[in-house]
């Protein structure tokens, strides 16, 4: 059996308004990639709010059912509604990483309750020992100890530590692929390199492979294998990283590069962006196109009617 996560034309669409004032809104639109479990990879979609990214990846862990299209992971379909075991099963193979530690855990709950939930619903232990064992060997994963975490709350923890805590958590039934949505954009910027360095080194180490959302460049240039980026619900580039974000080819990527700021910027007073460049993104907004393979590899966007 194929250890493939499928993504084949998903779209997600909302609606908005009352009865009479009603409209859709495609928040995603024929998203399609695939990735390969047996070659862990840090696969980064990439886009500002609003682009679609994360409910792309709430479609990816089944808290979102898609619109059209279909979502598999190792051959079966799982884009729809499972009976419970069923659902289970994906669960501890499809972890989640959320954006605010603060928020993944109740402050009034010790954080080793989550991680001895997690140990005794998806490994299925009850002694004591077990679950010590569980509990440390995941920590233990992420530079953190048992000793460490028993008997705290989260508010006696950092960000950092936080994160780390949510990531050992989601590598309790030691899954081969982790959705990690914005992990650092919480975090203090000093801490940041350690969570990046944490995911490099799960899927360096451990072979765990990584659906990375996020809107900054640096870090998926510093991580990332591949990478997608998404304009108002739609894949507009594709590729190897590298080759991406070295030399971005549609005009909303590159005004993406384009908009990051530097410190030679920001001391020569250039805050602002080409209005050209924003003017030629937005203007495709809306317009189908495709995406086609580029001699180089990548897949891009292309419109039949662009000037």
Do not use: C, W
Request: aromatic share 6%; charged share 25%; no cysteine.
């Amino acid at each position: 059996m194929s250890n493939r996560l499928e993504v084949r034309n998903v779209s997600k669409r909302f609606s908005m308004g009352g009865v009479l004032s009603r409209r859709f809104v495609n928040a995603v639109d024929d998203a399609s990639f695939t990735i390969d479990l047996d070659r862990p990879e840090i696969f980064t979609i990439i886009g500002e709010s609003g682009s679609g990214k994360t409910t792309l990846a709430r479609m990816i862990l089944g808290l979102e059912l898609p619109s059209s299209g279909e979502i598999g992971f190792a051959g079966k379909t799982v884009s729809h509604k499972v009976g419970r075991a069923e659902r289970l099963d994906f669960m501890a193979k499809v972890q989640p990483v959320f954006q605010n530690p603060f928020e993944a855990f109740n402050p009034l709950k010790r954080i080793d309750r989550y991680l001895e939930s997690t140990a005794r619903r998806f490994l299925k232990l009850s002694e004591r020992s077990e679950l010590d064992r569980a509990m440390d060997g995941a920590l233990q994963k992420v530079g953190l100890s048992l000793a460490e975490v028993r008997g705290r709350f989260p508010h006696e923890m950092s960000g950092g530590q936080l994160q780390r805590a949510a990531i050992a958590r989601a590598l309790i039934p030691n899954p081969p692929l982790l959705v990690a949505d914005e992990p650092v954009s919480m975090v203090d910027a000093s801490l940041r390199m350690s969570i990046v360095n944490l995911l490099r080194n799960l899927r360096d180490d451990l072979g765990v492979s990584v659906i990375y959302i996020t809107h900054d460049l640096a870090t998926a240039y510093y991580i990332s294998n591949r990478l997608i980026i998404m304009q108002r619900g739609r894949i507009v580039e594709m590729g190897d990283a590298r080759t991406v974000l070295d030399d971005p080819e549609h005009p909303y990527s590159r005004l993406l590069k384009a908009s990051v700021l530097s410190t030679e910027d920001a001391g020569a007073g250039k805050l602002a962006t080409d209005p050209a460049m924003v003017t030629l993104a937005n203007e495709l907004v809306g317009r189908p196109g495709s995406l086609q393979p580029r001699p180089d590899g990548r897949l891009v966007r292309i419109y039949e009617d662009a000037r």
